[in-house]
RNA sequence: UCCAGCGUAGCUCAGUGGUAGAGCGAUCGGCUGUUAACCGAUUGGUCGUAGGUUCGAAUCCUACCGCUGGAGCCA
């Protein structure tokens, strides 16, 4: 049996072959007088091959009978096509099918809506533009596992069921043994989770930064790359349960060094792409976004603008919009500010920093002026934040105040202030979101659709 | 969770109180080195679900479910 050729490197050939053989699944057949037209597409690329598959075939009848979504594999001859279009094409001189389909295959010849796709999410790869999502999210794991090995990061999986339920980031799921009709109970008639699997409570990690943290102050550069939960009953098209994040952790680095390594990272990934995921970027280009190329090319180019917090509402208060919510120091920047820094007074990505301490999480580094911590997030055009970091708060001492400040017992954390009891040093890390990064590169406007099964309140089928 | 909109054929939609429609798809036939082919015919429905108003409801009212956009939370 000759070995199978994949579609995309049979497009690519230099050469006419003799024999090739190749498998995938039929997008579409057409008839003519003495054969018949088939494109077949493997998802090695985004092109399709055409078979021409003459009536002299053996089993040309059921050649004929073949629908779209049915599975075959092409031995024959790879030659010079004769018509406009393509350069190759295979004359077959054998067509095995291997799985037929019928008239209720779902995916038509014409253009479908996202919307639709995701409700057949186990067949939806199968269209261009979702096998080209996925191809790229493929890409762009890669990139990322590049990008930092190759600058001597080390690779920490953290883990996924964690007792820290604390960080103050969002709800969290419980992950428990207890047969919830019989659960142990206490004295006082509530659960007791001592008796639980874990002999605690224990829940679906919403950030791997603290665990992150342990191993930057043991191998100096660190990166998770995983998924993470969020029990939010979030209903918007950026935000999803169950997703993945990279998050860096660098011991010996202070906020600036930060956010030049997250500048850093989200230009190589962007430019990883741009050089290796042409063909399904021009897709995006045109079904999706006709503005995505060159903004990809703008953010590879440009710096990002640097802003303090301060100087971010102060700008924003003398913008001369008309505003939905209030601008003002010790508020959260919303939405719509967001988006007119990043969207209409850079048109660039934003590096907004040093938010004031009250808005900020416990862990993040107090600044001189007692007021502000080292807190920066990236906010893109179209996306919003897509980095979230900050340098870590160092000093035992302080670090417990703002514990104490954001109501949490430092007694609970004994092992993250050993951090800062033992050989304490300056450090800094950032979230990035891998689903908002893929928004980003591929132009597509739902999380929904950058994820192969996605997670949202009230939807886990599949 | 809040605000707004939408839910009609496999898909995209029209129909705003009086017999359920179109385009595409699919099926059959014709034509053709075609390529989101072309020409002709055929096929197509629990009008999201459950109540209510009415002589009569896809259409008006109520509740629920789902989807979309925006907001909050954040990655």
């Known amino acids: 049996m000759v070995s199978a050729t994949s579609v995309k490197e049979a497009l690519n050939s230099s050469a006419p072959r003799d024999e090739i053989a190749v498998q995938g699944w039929v997008r579409t057949r057409r008839d003519s007088k003495t054969f018949s037209f088939i494109e077949l597409n493997d998802g090695s690329s985004l092109r399709s091959l055409q078979v021409i598959a003459q009536n002299s075939l053996p089993n040309y009848s059921d050649v004929q009978r073949l629908q779209t979504g049915a599975s075959v594999r092409v031995v024959g001859k790879l030659v010079a096509s004769q018509g406009k279009g393509q350069q190759w094409e295979v004359a077959a001189d054998e067509v095995q099918i291997i799985g037929a389909s019928d008239e209720t295959y779902p995916l038509q010849k014409k253009g479908h809506t996202p919307e639709f796709l995701r409700e057949i999410a186990h067949l939806r790869p199968r269209s261009n533009l979702f096998g080209a999502v996925f191809r790229v999210r493929s890409r762009l794991a890669y990139a990322i596992h590049t990008f930092f090995q190759e600058r001597g990061f080390v690779y920490v999986h953290t883990p996924i069921i964690t007792g820290s339920d604390c960080e103050g980031a969002g709800e969290l799921f419980r992950v428990t043994a207890i047969d919830p009709t019989n659960p142990p109970r206490r004295a006082d ?274």
């Open 189 to 462: 008639g509530s659960i007791d989770y001592a008796k639980d699997f874990f002999a605690r409570c224990t829940y679906l990690t919403v950030s791997g930064q603290l665990e992150a943290e342990a191993f930057a102050c043991a191998l100096s550069k660190v990166y998770t790359f995983g998924p993470t939960f969020r029990a939010e009953n979030s209903n918007t098209s950026r935000h999803a349960n169950e997703f993945w994040m990279i998050e860096p952790e660098i011991a010996f680095c202070d906020l600036n060094c930060d956010m030049d390594l997250a500048e850093e990272t989200v230009k190589h990934l962007i430019r990883d792409v741009r050089e290796h995921c042409d063909e399904d970027l021009q897709l995006f280009a045109k079904f999706v976004d006709k503005e995505l190329l060159a903004r990809l090319d703008f953010v590879i180019e440009r710096p990002f603008h640097r802003i303090t917090y301060t100087d971010a509402v102060e700008l924003l208060g003398k913008s001369g919009e008309n505003f939905e919510f209030p601008v003002g120091y010790g508020l959260n920047l919303q939405s719509e500010h967001e988006r007119w820094l990043t969207e209409k007074h850079f048109k660039a990505p934003v590096t907004v920093f040093n938010y004031p301490k009250e808005i900020k999480p416990f862990y993040m580094r107090l600044n001189d002026d007692g007021e502000t911590v080292t807190a920066m997030d990236v906010l893109v055009p179209g996306i919003g934040e897509i980095v979230g970091g900050s340098q870590r708060e160092e000093r035992l001492d302080v670090l417990e105040q703002n514990m104490r400040r954001h109501k949490m017992d430092p007694a609970d954390y004994k092992w993250y202030l050993d951090l800062r009891r033992y050989g304490s040093v300056p450090h800094s890390g950032f979230g990035l979101g891998f689903e908002r990064l893929l928004m980003f590169v591929t132009g597509v406007p739902n999380i929904r659709d950058v994820i192969p099964f996605a997670r949202t309140p009230g939807s886990a089928e599949f």
